[in-house]
């Protein structure tokens, strides 16, 4: 990146939120060493913790975290998760940011992952990262058929073919998970983050569909690749690359 345009970035504020619950502690220390430690500079970090109870979000703020408790309404679903999404996006709104960097918990950026979304200048653009392991193992985007929008997911069944869609360019995609996703004002001002019940998908999956109702294009930088550490929510979690 050219030392002019680093310059140009340095203007826009960013707001780095994430939804947290508690089961998801065991790479906290090294989530938050680098999402509180990311060499933007004009960035706020945020966390909307859902777990069961306030001592977790209490535990948060000894650490000197900026945190939020959102009090599930129900019991475990995508919707109580939604409402953490929706926390997040309801104070880059509050707050007049420019951009939002949607994280979640258990993927673990480059330190310099604002400066590098914010260069391709797109209203919605994510890093790149894997969920499972092995022959399950698959990226977290849905790439566009050649042929029309029909919805078609890579996975690497047969070995390698997955990291072959790394290419290190950047790309447009049918869809992408929110595990780290820059999204501009002009976006997450109009579209909220929701879930229907009784949906068998996350809520990135109907920030996709509302993105593709706007004609919104989304995009993945394929040379930023971050760890997921998604594999186990009980206290163990295997590197996922």
């Known amino acids: 990146m050219l030392p002019t345009q680093i ?11 994430t939804p947290h619950n508690e089961v998801k502690n065991y790479c906290l220390d090294e989530f938050l060493s680098r999402a509180t430690n990311l060499t933007y500079k004009n960035y706020d970090f945020l966390i909307a913790d859902n777990s069961k109870t306030k001592k977790n979000v209490k535990h948060l703020m000894k650490l000197g975290v900026n945190a939020v408790y959102i009090k599930p ?30 994280l979640e918990d258990d993927v673990i950026v480059p330190h310099d992952v604002i400066e590098r979304l914010l260069v391709h200048q797109k209203q919605v653009v994510s890093a790149t990262y894997f969920i499972g392991q092995g022959e399950d193992s698959h990226l977290m985007f849905q ?32 869809a992408c998970g929110l595990g780290c ?3 501009h004002k002009s976006i997450f001002e109009k579209v909220a983050f929701r879930w229907e019940d009784g949906a068998p998908v996350h809520p990135d999956s109907f920030f996709a569909l509302d993105l593709h109702s706007l004609d919104i294009p989304q995009f993945v930088d394929t040379s930023i690749l971050c760890e997921h550490r998604n594999t186990s929510w009980s206290g163990v979690a295997d590197v996922v690359r």
């Open 7 to 17: 310059k140009k970035l340095k203007k826009f504020r960013v707001l780095v939120g």
């Open 73 to 102: 309404k129900q019991k475990a679903n995508q919707k109580f998760i939604m409402e953490s999404h929706e926390a997040i996006r309801i104070a880059a709104i509050k707050g007049g940011y420019d951009f939002l960097l949607h």
């Open 143 to 174: 790439e566009i058929e050649d042929k029309g929008d029909t919805l078609r997911e890579t996975r690497n069944v047969d070995n390698g073919f997955d990291i072959m869609n790394v290419t290190g360019k950047l790309k447009q995609v049918y």
């Open 181 to 183: 996703t820059l999204i």
